[in-house]
C-alpha cells in the first residue's frame, strides 16, 4: 500500500518526484505530495486526490525548484483522504518531514504521549506521530533520532525523511515494508518499487529490515539498527523501462492480459529438459519424496492459485495438501510437522500476511518454498527454496499473468513432485511436460476470441449480481474469475461450488440472474449440466464457459457458450481464466471504471 519516491542529485527534483509517483500510482492513489528542501528549509505541497491535481498546483508554484525531495502517493489506512492527512507529514516547527508506508500499531499510545509534552497534531494518521517522535528524540543527530523511533514503534514502516539540518540528504529506513535505494551517476534514490527511478537508473540495492540509509548526491551508506556501517550487494534490474509502459494499450490490465503467453513460456521453458521438469532451486529430490503433507499459504488472487495447486498436487503426487488464507494460517494454530513442506505464493513478495505467515511456519521449523515474482524481495530472501516466476513487472491493480505463472508454475512442481515419489512413467510425465511447454499458444487461442467476449460483455455489463459455479479446478478458477469482476467493474459476484447449489445458494437465483458456468472437465461435465438446468428452471441466463472436449454437452443447456481449448483437465484454468479476465476487462470498460486503479484498492498489500 501507498508509495514511496526520493530523489537527491544535481536535477530539479520536482519533475522526478512527480515521474517517479506516476509509476507508483498504482500502489495508492487518494492523496499524494511532495517535500523538498527549499531556502534553509523544507516546502511541502501536498493534496487529496490523484497526482495529476498534485501537478496542477505545482505547476501554480514557479518558484519551487530543489535538488533533494520525497514524495508520496496514498492509500489510506489511518485517516480519509484529505488534505490535511495526505503525506508528507512534519514536525511541529517544520525541520522534518516524513512520508511513510505501512501501520504504527503503537501510535495512539506515542500520541498522546506527545500531547503531554506539547505536541500538537494537524492529522488524524499513525504517520505524523513519526515525525514529531523524530522531533523529541532530534539532539542533532537524525540518524540516532531515527534508530531510537525504531526502538519506540510497533508495526511495519517504510520510511523516507528529510531533515532542514541536513539539506541535499535523505534518510530512509525500513520493517516490513518494502523500500529499494536506486543507484545513479551523481544522483541517488529511494522507493517503493523499481519503476519509480528504472528511467534514470538499472541499479539498486534493497533494504532490509531494521536497517537505515542515508543518501546524497554523490554516495549512499548503509547502517545496521546500532548505526553500525555495513556493505551490500549491488543488483541490477533485468527488464527495461518499456516493459513498465502501456505499449499503446488503452490499460496496463489489457497489456498483460496479452502479455500471458510470453510470461508463461518464459516460466516453463528454462525448467524443461529432455521432456522432464526440473526445478531451479537447491530442493533435492530426497526432500521432495519425503513430504509427508504441503501447506498452500496466500491471499487474494495467489490464495485462489493455490486452490488450483491444490488439486494438481493431490491428483499427480498423492500428497495431502491445505490451502490457508495467509492471514488466518497465523491465528488458528496449524497443526504442522518436521516433514511438512509451506509453499507461500506471492506476486511482490513483500505481502505482509504472507510473510508473516511464512515466518511462523520457520519458526517452527518448517522448510518453506517461495513462488514469487520479484527478484530479491523479502520473501525470497527468507525463504528456504525459491521458484520465480517471470511475469515481468505487472503493473495494473488485478492481477493477470502474475496469476498465470504462478498457476503453472503449481503445475511443473506437481508433475515433479509425482515424478521423483514414482507415481508417473516416463510417457506419462512427457505428456504432461508437454501440456505445460503447449500452454503458451492455448492461452493465445483464448485471447484471439477478444472480440466474443467484448461482445458478451457489452450484453451484460448492466446486471447487478452475477454468480460463478463450477467443480474441483473450475470451482476454484471460478473464485478468481468472481474476484476478477468484482475488483474493476465493482459488479457483486459470487463464486460457489456448483454441488452447494442446493445448500442454500440456490436461493439468490431469480428470473434473468446471470450464471457463469465454467465445465472443463468431461468427468464432471454431467454434474454441471444439472446444476445447469436447476439454475435456468429458475429463470437464469447461464452462460458456460466449457472445453472443447465438453462443448457438446453443455450447449445443449446453456444459453450462451464460450469454448477454450483442450488441455489436461487439471490445467485447464490456465486458460477459462483468461477468458474470465478478458470478459472483467469489458464488462468495466462498458461501465466506465477505472480499470487500472480500481477504487479502495492498491497492488501490494503491505500492511495486515
Known amino acids: 500500500m501507498c508509495g514511496i519516491v526520493g530523489f537527491t542529485g544535481s536535477a530539479d527534483a520536482l519533475p522526478v518526484l512527480v515521474n517517479g509517483l506516476k509509476r507508483l500510482e498504482?500502489?495508492?492513489?487518494?492523496?499524494?505530495?511532495?517535500?523538498?528542501?527549499?531556502?534553509?528549509?523544507?516546502?511541502v505541497t501536498k493534496t487529496r486526490g490523484r497526482i495529476s491535481e498534485l501537478e496542477r498546483i505545482l505547476r501554480g508554484q514557479p518558484d519551487f525548484s530543489s535538488a533533494c525531495g520525497i514524495g508520496h502517493t496514498r492509500w489510506a489506512t489511518h485517516g480519509e483522504p484529505t488534505d490535511e492527512n495526505s503525506h508528507p507529514h512534519l514536525s511541529h516547527d517544520g525541520r522534518i518531514a516524513v512520508v511513510h508506508n505501512g501501520i504504527i500499531e503503537n501510535y495512539a499510545d506515542i500520541k498522546a504521549r506527545l500531547i503531554k509534552r506539547g505536541y500538537s497534531f494537524r492529522s488524524e494518521t499513525d504517520t505524523e506521530v513519526i515525525a514529531h517522535l523524530l522531533d523529541f528524540y532530534y539532539k542533532g543527530d537524525i540518524l540516532v533520532a531515527l534508530a531510537k523511533v525504531m526502538a519506540t514503534?510497533?508495526?511495519?514502516?517504510?520510511?523516507?525523511?528529510?531533515?532542514?539540518?541536513?539539506?541535499?540528504?535523505?534518510?530512509?529506513?525500513?520493517?516490513?515494508?518494502?523500500l529499494i535505494v536506486g543507484l545513479g551517476d551523481g544522483e541517488n534514490?529511494?522507493?517503493?518499487?523499481?519503476?519509480?527511478?528504472?528511467?534514470?537508473?538499472?541499479?539498486?540495492?534493497?533494504?532490509?529490515?531494521?536497517?537505515?540509509?542515508?543518501?546524497?548526491?554523490?554516495?549512499?551508506t548503509v547502517y545496521n539498527s546500532d548505526l553500525e556501517e555495513i556493505s551490500k550487494e549491488r543488483m541490477t534490474v533485468s527488464w527495461s523501462i518499456e516493459a513498465a509502459e502501456k505499449g499503446g494499450y488503452e490499460h496496463f490490465m489489457l497489456k498483460e492480459i496479452h502479455e500471458q503467453p510470453k510470461a508463461v513460456r518464459d516460466t516453463v521453458s528454462p525448467r524443461l529438459e529432455n521432456g522432464r521438469i526440473f526445478?531451479?532451486?537447491?530442493?533435492?529430490?530426497?526432500?521432495?519424496?519425503?513430504?509427508?503433507?504441503?501447506?498452500?499459504?496466500?491471499c487474494g488472487s495467489a490464495y485462489h492459485t493455490g486452490m488450483v495447486g491444490k488439486y494438481?498436487?493431490?491428483?499427480?503426487?498423492?500428497?495431502?495438501?491445505?490451502?490457508?488464507?495467509?492471514?488466518?494460517?497465523?491465528?488458528?494454530?496449524?497443526?504442522?510437522?518436521?516433514?511438512?513442506?509451506?509453499?507461500?505464493?506471492?506476486?511482490?513478495?513483500?505481502?505482509?500476511?504472507t510473510l508473516a505467515a511464512m515466518r511462523e511456519a520457520k519458526r517452527r521449523d518448517i522448510k518453506t518454498l517461495a513462488i514469487i515474482n520479484v527478484v530479491g524481495s523479502t520473501i525470497a530472501r527468507e525463504a528456504d527454496y525459491v521458484l520465480y516466476t517471470w511475469a515481468g513487472p505487472e503493473i495494473a491493480v488485478a492481477t493477470t499473468k502474475a496469476y498465470s505463472t504462478q498457476l503453472v508454475m503449481l503445475y511443473m512442481l506437481a508433475v515433479r513432485l509425482a515424478a521423483v515419489r514414482g507415481l508417473l512413467d516416463a510417457h506419462t510425465e512427457k505428456k504432461l511436460t508437454a501440456e505445460c511447454l503447449h500452454l503458451p499458444e492455448k492461452i493465445e487461442a483464448v485471447i484471439a476470441q477478444i472480440n466474443t467476449l467484448s461482445y458478451l460483455a457489452s450484453r451484460f455489463h448492466n446486471h447487478k449480481d452475477i454468480f460463478f459455479l463450477g467443480r474441483g479446478v473450475d470451482y476454484a478458477a471460478a473464485l478468481e474469475g468472481s474476484l476478477k469482476l468484482k475488483e474493476i467493474s465493482y459488479i457483486r459476484s459470487e463464486a460457489y461450488a456448483a454441488g452447494e447449489l442446493k445448500h442454500g445458494t440456490i436461493a439468490l437465483i431469480r428470473n434473468d440472474t446471470l450464471v457463469i458456468a465454467i465445465a472443463t472437465q468431461q468427468s464432471l461435465a454431467e454434474k454441471m449440466v444439472s446444476n445447469i438446468r436447476e439454475v435456468k428452471a429458475r429463470g437464469a441466463h447461464v452462460l458456460t464457459i466449457a472445453s472443447e472436449d465438453t462443448r457438446q454437452m453443455l450447449s445443449e443447456v446453456s444459453d450462451d457458450i464460450f469454448v477454450v481449448p483442450s488441455c489436461f483437465e487439471k490445467f485447464s484454468p490456465s486458460l477459462t481464466v483468461v477468458a474470465m479476465q478478458l470478459f472483467a476487462y469489458y464488462i468495466a470498460l462498458c461501465r466506465g471504471c477505472s480499470i487500472d486503479k480500481p477504487r479502495n484498492l492498491a497492488k501490494s498489500v503491505t500492511v495486515e
Not at 531533515?163 to 540528504?169: K, M
Not at 537447491?282 to 501447506?295: A, C, K
Not at 498423492?318 to 506471492?346: K, N, T
Open 26 to 43: 498504482y500502489r495508492g492513489y487518494d492523496s499524494a505530495g511532495i517535500a523538498a528542501f527549499d531556502n534553509g528549509g523544507i516546502r
Open 153 to 178: 514503534v510497533r508495526g511495519s514502516y517504510a520510511l523516507g525523511v528529510l531533515c532542514a539540518d541536513r539539506p541535499g540528504e535523505i534518510i530512509a529506513a525500513r520493517l516490513d515494508s518494502p
Open 189 to 220: 534514490f529511494i522507493a517503493s518499487d523499481i519503476p519509480a527511478f528504472l528511467e534514470h537508473t538499472r541499479d539498486y540495492y534493497t533494504v532490509d529490515d531494521g536497517e537505515i540509509v542515508c543518501l546524497t548526491k554523490d554516495s549512499v
Open 279 to 298: 526445478l531451479d532451486t537447491n530442493i533435492n529430490d530426497d526432500f521432495l519424496q519425503d513430504i509427508s503433507r504441503i501447506h498452500i499459504i496466500a
Open 312 to 353: 494438481v498436487i493431490e491428483n499427480l503426487a498423492r500428497i495431502p495438501v491445505e490451502c490457508d488464507l495467509a492471514s488466518e494460517f497465523r491465528y488458528r494454530d496449524p497443526i504442522i510437522s518436521g516433514r511438512d513442506l509451506c509453499i507461500v505464493i506471492s506476486q511482490s513478495g513483500e505481502t505482509a500476511d
